[in-house]
């Protein structure tokens, strides 16, 4: 069981980059189907987040950012506790610390423009046409950016599904 939701996550992840982009989205969605949790309003919220926000690069990378997304929806603290007194926030944070951990650790980053140099060799401003098609031309959608995010989802997934047996066991 636990090792079909991994690879299911994985395997959805890279298909969906490769089919419709905008990797924050891609990653959530795996993770969704994966865990069976459909969220239309946090996949819809994840639509902007994608090449390091807005495409410019230079903020998170949309597969880190979505998958930092779904451990909240798993595991973060509710509007109806937003107060937080058993410290929900802090722990979900220590969560998306370890996919950090996971990503520098492959990466050498958590920044778009960063990861890409890393896998494809230098960083792309995808809000500028030519560099778009640059960015297609490594193969960004065929290779690199599929890659990246169903490693996001299996982390996310590895981290939830360990957080969930670390609750159930306490």
Known sequence: MVGDVLEQAYQRGKQYEADYHGCAQCVLAALQDAFGQREDAVFQAATGLSGGGGGGGDGSCGAYAGAGLFIGQMVGRTRDDFTDAE???????????????????????????????????????????DDVERFEAAGAHEVHCPEVVGSAARWAAEIVVANESTRENS
């Not at 610390?97 to 401003?125: A, H, K, N, W």
């Open 87 to 129: 410290g929900v926030r802090h722990e979900t944070a220590r969560l998306v610390l370890e996919l950090r951990e996971r990503f520098i650790d492959r990466y050498g980053s958590v920044v778009c423009g960063e990861i890409q140099t890393s896998v494809i060799g230098r960083p792309f401003d995808l809000t500028d046409p």
